[in-house]
């Protein structure tokens, strides 16, 4: 099973940027998404962006316009370029991937708090 690792992670203030970076222990082409999720306290898990093999993306609407996911194959690596951080995107966000056969696999997060 494929490690994921997460960084880039810290304390912003609003309106700021982060790049978050997720480091795959394996080839990352192999699946068919790699995804960013997010989870703030008291709430679910929730979906913030996805990639697929051929780096199509999809983003909730809430992030739309301000993050950015993105690969590099070469690197088996995800990133999440976000900015005009907002006290609200305040959560741990972790890095997922799907392989062909439906399995997930989870990084173990990393803690990003933007400050008003």
């Known amino acids: 099973q494929v490690q994921l690792v997460e960084s880039g992670g810290g304390l912003v203030q609003a309106g700021g940027s982060l790049r978050l970076s997720c480091a795959a222990s394996g080839s990352i082409f192999s699946f068919n998404f790699m995804r960013w999720h997010r989870q703030a306290p008291g709430k679910q898990r929730e979906l913030v962006a996805r990639i697929d093999r051929n780096s199509i993306t999809i983003y909730a609407d809430s992030v739309k316009g301000r993050f950015t996911i993105s690969r590099d194959n070469a690197k088996n690596t995800v990133y999440l370029q976000m900015n005009s951080l907002k006290p609200e995107d305040t959560a741990v966000y972790y890095c997922?991937?799907?392989?062909?056969?439906?399995?997930?696999?989870w990084g173990q997060g990393t803690q990003v708090t933007v400050s008003s």
């Open positions: 997922g991937a799907t392989s062909p056969t439906g399995a997930n696999s």
